[in-house]
């Protein structure tokens, strides 16, 4: 692993990392006139280093840090046990399965879309998915501070699982016969979206008892994963 790999950077990001705990180091400009972010660091006993702006463009490979940087612990997960234990707190439990999302920044999206819609937990396949790390935490916008997320050795099986506990599975497959909006979500809901390129396997479809699609208008005919899940899940929620 690159030296850099633990390490976010961006106000809104860091600070939503220092209030979770996630935080080990804070790395500040020596240019900021004013820094509350150093003030909640130093709150929380948290280390922080001044270096100059150049040193901090160097740890970003020259991405917009905003003159803050945080090094973080490694992420780490939760059982299936215990997001069907909070399920069983909501009104109205969603949790999200993601079948093969690889590239970061939409894992990261996903993420900050399952925070604002409030889902119960994330649940990923150990295999051909992105796992936790910065460049997630950073698109998220701190948002994987607050959603718990499950590594499964397999995704069926936790589908199964999630049956067993009173789950109704809906896929979006854009060979679904029904229209994503024409569905009342008025149940326990595991929501699974797929990666853009290959998109949900078959045995998972198969395992499904929905297989809803997104009309597309336009001229494209597909969208992207974590756009899509935002759509999705902002029917499940105005249902």
């Known amino acids: 692993m ?5 390490l976010i950077y961006g106000r809104n990001s860091v600070k939503e990392a220092i209030l979770s705990g996630q935080v080990t180091k804070l790395f500040v400009s020596s240019s900021l006139k004013k820094c509350d972010i150093c003030d909640l660091a130093s709150a929380k006993n948290i280390a922080t280093v001044l270096l100059n702006p150049s040193e901090l ?3 970003t490979s ?14 780490e997960y939760f059982s299936l046990e215990y997001i069907l234990k909070l399920s069983k707190k909501a009104e109205h ?3 999200v399965l993601l079948d093969g999302i690889n590239d970061p920044q939409n894992f990261g999206a996903i993420l900050r879309s399952c925070d604002v819609f409030n889902v119960t937990g994330v649940i990923i396949p150990k295999h051909q998915q992105v796992p936790l790390n910065a460049t997630v935490a950073k698109t998220s916008a701190g948002a994987i501070n607050y959603v718990p997320v499950v590594l499964a050795s397999n995704l069926n099986n936790a589908v199964r699982t999630l049956k067993e506990n009173g789950f ?11 229209n994503y909006s024409d569905l009342s979500y008025d149940f326990p809901t595991a929501l699974i979206i797929g990666s853009e390129g290959k998109g949900i396997s078959q045995l998972t479809l198969k395992n499904s008892d929905y297989v809803v699609k997104i009309p597309l208008l336009g001229h494209l005919n597909s969208l992207n994963a974590s756009v899509a899940t935002g ?8 249902k």
Do not use: C
Not at 2 to 6: L, M, R, S, T
């Open 62 to 75: 020259f991405a917009p840090h905003q003159g803050v940087v945080a090094e973080v612990k490694k992420y």
């Open 93 to 95: 439990p969603v949790i």
């Open 168 to 178: 109704w599975i809906v896929s979006t497959d854009g060979a679904g016969t029904m």
């Open 231 to 238: 759509i999705l899940l902002s029917r499940i929620r105005n």
């Open 2 to 6: 690159n030296k850099f790999d633990n």
């Open 57 to 59: 463009d160097s740890m």
